[in-house]
């Protein structure tokens, strides 16, 4: 059974830093994407950034250059690294594991995810 726990979440002003950790358990996919996805009140689910079995890395436009996601293979855990935050970044931030890669950020492929953590950026 898949098992994602999001932390990290919280509150800051704009121009600050949060860094969101996934800790992933129980999946054996040779080939897989994992990725951070956020939804804001009103507003459809949206992949922010995700990565592939073969560390292939990709950025939604809205945080390229602000956010890094990184792996620790040791600690099978993934996490997303926000720096420079906006207000327009203020979500409830999924993490989400698939098997198979390819298409790593679209929303529709995912049927494991965590519970979600807030963050909220105050201008």
């Known amino acids: 059974q898949v098992q994602l726990v999001e932390s990290g979440g919280g509150s800051v002003q704009a121009g600050g830093s949060l860094r969101l950790s996934c800790a992933a358990s129980?999946?054996?996919?040779?080939?897989?994407?994992m990725g951070w996805f956020r939804q804001a009140p009103g507003k459809e689910r949206e992949g922010v950034a995700s990565m592939d079995s073969f560390r292939n890395i990709d950025y939604a436009d809205s945080v390229k250059g602000r956010f890094t996601i990184t792996k620790d293979n040791a600690k099978n855990t993934l996490d997303l690294q926000m720096n420079n935050l906006k207000p327009e970044d203020t979500a409830m931030y999924y993490c989400?594991?698939?098997?198979?890669?390819?298409?790593?950020?679209?929303?529709?492929?995912?049927?494991?995810w965590g519970q979600g953590t807030q963050v909220t950026v105050s201008s």
């Open positions: 129980g999946f054996t996919w040779s080939r897989y994407c």
């Open positions: 989400a594991v698939k098997p198979r890669s390819g298409l790593c950020r679209r929303v529709s492929l995912y049927d494991n």
